[in-house]
RNA sequence: GGCCCCAUCGUCUAGUCGGGCCUAGGACACCGGGUUUUCAUCCCGGCAACUGGGGUUCAAAUCCCCAUGGGGUCACCA
């Protein structure tokens, strides 16, 4: 078994690859990695990456699928070089359009003796597939040898028909490009449909119709699709067509193991989308899930992988998805994009919130509002994975909280002595500042405090705890003198004057 | 059930092709500790795996066989 390098100067050709998903329903993760691994493979090669949109199942595709693959492969990055809204010189890139050219195909196959017209009727291959259990058999029992007189007329009397496949002896070798070599007696293969009594082409006669028609020379798809290969290698080869390389990637598995459904949550990316997950995070996610580059490094960005990507690094066994490892990398890069883009990324986050009112035309125009609101997203940018994240968290800079959590309320009995302390703070802050202060002014601040703690004598954490459970009603927020810079003298000074209340509530 | 694929820490994986450098490396998670006004970040440390059994060999996570386990697929769906 050799196994070729994956460069595509070792295969002679340019490269031309496809994605070719099915539009009945939105853009799954396995489709996505799929979609990704393609488009790697092209980029990297200089290769073409064609989007093919397989809608030939008339009752379950629909074009709001199809317009969500579209609108997920763009939220990630993945743009195509031939397909839907761009074109391309070996369309249609619909299947369903090319339908006369998988019918021509037929016809060359029923020509040539290499398919039959088969009149049984489904109730009578249901009974077919009782009696035999085996595709040889069932073969055997489905194949007959009719007249092709007969056949005319039979057709002609408007008799209802599918076309076989008269699959040959021997046996088929997929030579892969993940797992090496994959035989399969043709025994175990049975006579399959290639078309439907109205004429139609069925999937796998199509694939290798499109496969064939739009050039492709690499086959990259998931590994439930290997049973599917050895009847297309038939086809190709009985079309005399010449055939593509194939690499079939492992599927990704839900936690528990097994398939992924909707069950386990969000499994398509428009759902990630919404939550909040950084398309940058996603495809790192998505990448390293079957594929590997080295033992060290985790964290590629999509050109770091075009550069790096190979199909030596892509693993032959299933993958179980990770969402904390999701997290983790959404992290990652929530803290390496540029604040103003967190900024407008954030804003439909929070403007579907109600707790949080934001002076949305401030904002864009760049006012006071903007550098205000920027100051909050910039505090909360290192400690979100994920936008959606943001409105829960950020509530007490729009309202007066109405009551502590757990963590403020333990900060609060802890330091419930801390009340007068607290209370000759808010007059020092007054005293202090008697124009307030600005968004960004935390470091006056923090000095103030300084100074004023050493004529106390008292230590940090007993002013700042409580003060931080009755200005934000929170045990935990970011740092303390950024929060009240934002917030204001005045919001500051009227949640502090709550303090005792709020104390006698919590010791309760 | 037939056929096919797969098998290293809880998870993603490196190492397997070209046996010795593996007392099996990294990342996430988890558990400690440090930094810090809390949280997060960051830093340090820890826990934790070659599915089992036979071979081959001086030597096997690495090669072979079997078992077991997991997954996929068996439509006039794609």
Redesign the pocket.
Known sequence: MT?ESTNPEAVGEAVRVRFAP?PTGYLHIGGARTALFNYLFARQCGGTLVLRI?D??RE?STPEATQAILDGMRFLGLDWDEGPEVGGDYGPYF?SERDGLHRELVERLLAAGKAYHCFK??EE?VRL?EEH??AASFTAAVREDLDPAEVSSRLAAGE?A?VRFRVPEGETVIDDLV??E????NS?I?DF?IA???GSA???L?VVGDDNGMGITHVMRG??????TSKQLLLFEALGFSVPRYAHI??I?APG???LSKRHGAVSVTEYEEKGYLPEAMINFLA???W?Y???E?IFSLEDLVEKFSLD?V????????L??L??LG??YM?QRPLEELVEMSLPFLLRSEQVQIDLEEVVSGGGGRERFEAIIALEQ??INRLEELPERVGYYFEDPEQPDK?ARKALRKKKDSVPLVERYGESLTAQFPDGWGSGDHEIL?EHVKSFLEKEDAG??DL??PV?AVLTGR???????EVMAILGMETCLRRLGKLQEWVDKAVS
Not at 182 to 185: A, E, F, G, N
Not at 316 to 322: H, I, L, R
Not at 475 to 481: M, N, R, V
């Open positions: 196994q099915s397989e030939t199942d379950r299947q009727t489904s291959l597939r259990r085996d209802r599918t797992r090496g994959v035989r399969v007696s175990d049975e449909v439907r009594a109205d069925v999937y796998n199509a590994e439930d699709h290997l049973s599917n492992s599927l598995l193991g097994g398939k390293r899930m079957g590997s080295d033992d060290k985790e690094g693993s032959n066994s299933g993958a179980v998805y990770d904390k490892k997290d983790h992290g990652h803290r290192e400690r963590g923090e940090l954490g700042a705890q931080r045990g935990a927020t970011p740092g303390l003198f």
